[in-house]
């Protein structure tokens, strides 16, 4: 057996531990935007510095891709309408995005982020946001709610993938 036989495997799941790392904090930080009313270039300047990569309380270290983090607040910012706007239409009508949950919102403004550029798969954001949603609601019926309304919104912001 050779030992190097590991490391593809082992770079790909350094490389999903660290995407999904950049997801989670992401989500945290477009609620702290919303939230404590501070700016994105603030929130993550803060995030950067204090956050990604650093050990939480219990000594447990969370990788992040800085780099997918920056965009996925960046494009969450400017495409918040366009991303508010599709997931509306993917809510029932009597739950507009600005009356669920603050956590779902972010959730759903760091997933709309990803579906309005065409670099992730949209099935891969889907189950990534999904398992993100589990984390935040793991006793909820949240994770599935997300999977709904993400399906709708992936196909409505990148209907060729489909």
């Known amino acids: 057996m050779n030992p190097n036989d590991d ?10 531990a660290k995407s999904s790392g950049a997801r989670f904090y992401a989500v945290q930080a477009l609620y702290q935007m919303e939230a ?6 603030r929130v993550m300047r803060e995030f950067e510095i204090h956050r990604l990569g650093a050990e939480d309380e219990d000594g447990q270290y969370l990788p992040a891709d800085e780099g997918l983090f920056g965009r996925i607040v960046d494009s969450a910012v400017n495409w918040q309408s366009r991303i508010d706007q599709a997931t509306d239409r993917g809510l029932v009508a009597k739950w507009p995005i600005d009356r669920i949950d603050p956590v779902l919102r972010a959730l759903f403004r760091a997933a709309g982020a990803e ?3 065409p670099q992730t798969p949209p099935r891969v954001v889907i189950t990534e946001y999904v398992r993100l949603a589990e984390a935040f609601f793991p006793d909820g019926r949240e994770p599935k709610f997300v999977n709904a309304v993400l399906d709708h919104v992936a196909r409505e912001l990148r209907p060729e993938a489909f």
């Open 7 to 16: 490391k593809p495997t082992d770079k790909r799941a350094d490389r999903r």
């Open 36 to 41: 404590a009313g501070q700016s994105a270039d």
């Open 115 to 117: 579906l309005v550029t």
